[in-house]
């Protein structure tokens, strides 16, 4: 795999630089990282106990559409006990606490990946149960959010292509950020952080690559198809359920995302709850894109460089 030049530099929540502008992420590069955060271990907390983001959690996805996927209160009972063995490091809370704060968007977005994919990864991962700490990686795949500036993560108008290029640097500074706060460059939750906008067919970002990882492709459908449904700055309303499965849909045919998890998350949102297996998905087309949508659109630079932030 090809290394990938920092544009833009990386810091910490509180502001302290890891890397700079220009950085390659090479081998040598993520070494030197890893060993100077070596010395300083960060305490495992149980997500769940920490503040109210069990309660949240369960709050979310109560809320329309989601009570439609979360239906089955067995169903639910057994997702929440499963994530309530998750820890993570003391750092990815505070940035937990961070979006709450200031991004809302992003904090919901993060917790609901979170259970979208430990929801699918038991349909599509034989053993779940060993692997809830790599699933529960998926949902630190926004963390990078921190080196972008609030005003473009809020931004109701088209980006700037510098706006673009600075939203963009989230997934490689949140391989870099938790390469650093797990003390390990192939850590699962880095690689998520880094790939989870790449796609199978390699038009994703930032280094365009061919996703072929199962666990990565899980956290790529959800966190569009959430991104679909919940409210953005820059349309003025979501996508309704069907036509952000119509989407998704287009998408796994398309060869860019996988098809089988489409259809597994297809299949929850059926009220009868089939195996994703014997779940048959439409491909007619009969929703409707919100109107006034400004995202993809970009506009040009009026001033600033590409290489500042």
């Not at 003391?90 to 940035?95: D, H, Y």
């Not at 500036?149 to 870099?176: C, D, N, W, Y």
């Not at 700055?233 to 796994?252: C, F, G, H, K, W």
Request: aromatic share 8%; with cysteine; glycine share 4%.
């Amino acid at each position: 795999m090809a290394n990938i030049r920092l544009r833009y530099p990386v810091y910490t929540l509180d502001q302290t630089p890891l890397l700079p502008a220009g950085t390659i992420l090479s081998e040598k590069s993520l070494h030197s990282l890893v060993r100077a955060n070596e010395r300083r271990p960060y305490k495992l907390r149980t997500l769940f106990s920490h503040g109210t983001i069990k309660k949240v959690v369960f709050h979310f996805i109560r809320q329309p559409p989601y009570r439609i996927i979360f239906a089955d209160n067995k169903q639910n009972t057994k997702l929440l006990n499963l994530l309530d063995r998750v820890l993570v490091v003391s750092p990815i809370l505070e940035s937990l606490d961070y979006f709450r704060q200031y991004d809302f968007y992003t904090y919901r977005h993060i917790l609901i990946v979170l259970a979208l994919t430990t929801l699918i990864c038991q349909d599509l991962v034989v053993d779940y149960q060993e692997l809830m700490q790599e699933i529960a990686a998926g949902a630190m795949h926004d963390i990078g959010k921190i080196c972008v500036p609030m005003q473009i993560l809020k931004k109701s108008s088209p980006l700037t292509q510098t706006e673009r290029a600075i939203l963009e640097h989230h997934a490689a500074a949140g391989f870099v950020l938790l390469c650093y706060y797990h003390q390990d460059s192939q850590h699962l939750a880095a690689i998520m952080a880094r790939d989870h906008h790449e796609r199978k067919d390699g038009s994703g970002y930032p280094l365009g690559i061919l996703l072929n990882d199962p666990m990565v492709e899980i956290v790529a459908v959800c966190d569009v198809y959430d991104a679909l449904i919940s409210p953005r700055p820059y349309r003025q309303t979501s996508y309704d359920n069907r036509t952000a499965l119509e989407e998704i849909t287009v998408m796994a045919e398309e060869g860019a995302i996988s098809w089988e998890v489409v259809q597994a998350l297809v299949a929850h949102n059926r009220k009868s709850k089939p195996h994703y297996t014997d779940c048959l998905v439409s491909k007619e087309k009969r929703g409707k894109p919100p109107d006034e949508s400004v995202y993809g659109i970009i506009v040009p630079d009026t001033n600033g460089s590409l290489d500042e932030i």
